[in-house]
């Protein structure tokens, strides 16, 4: 069984910064991708961020220059950086990992999403 935990949300003005985190958990075999989405209101789940195991980042055109993603493989940990938050960036944020829980088996897993909210 694996679990993702976040914490790292909560409330912060317009121009401020948060920091995510997200621990997985249980019987992992490896973890291969990691990542953020994010989702407001009756919208769909939208990619924030991911990063591959070797550390390649990719992010969405809305974050560039002001988030960055990293992970910690020993900690099986992915973190996200939020600066300069706008707005329009309030939405529940949903880490993601793709995890072999054995050599050929493999599924994407989400956490229990956390609340951003960014006031003007």
């Known amino acids: 069984q694996v679990q993702l935990v976040e914490s790292g949300g909560g409330l912060v003005q317009a121009g401020g910064s948060l920091r995510l985190s997200c621990v997985a958990a249980?019987?992992?075999?490896?973890?291969?991708?990691m990542g953020w989405y994010r989702q407001a209101p009756g919208e769909q789940r939208e990619l924030v961020a991911s990063i591959t195991n070797s550390g390649t980042a990719n992010y969405a055109d809305s974050v560039k220059g002001r988030f960055i993603i990293s992970r910690d493989n020993a900690k099986n940990t992915v973190y996200l950086q939020m600066n300069t938050l706008e707005p329009e960036d309030t939405e529940i944020y949903y880490c993601y990992a793709t995890i072999f829980t054995s050599r050929n088996k493999a599924a994407d897993y989400w956490g229990q999403g956390t609340q951003v909210t960014v006031s003007s």
């Open positions: 249980g019987s992992i075999f490896s973890i291969t991708t």
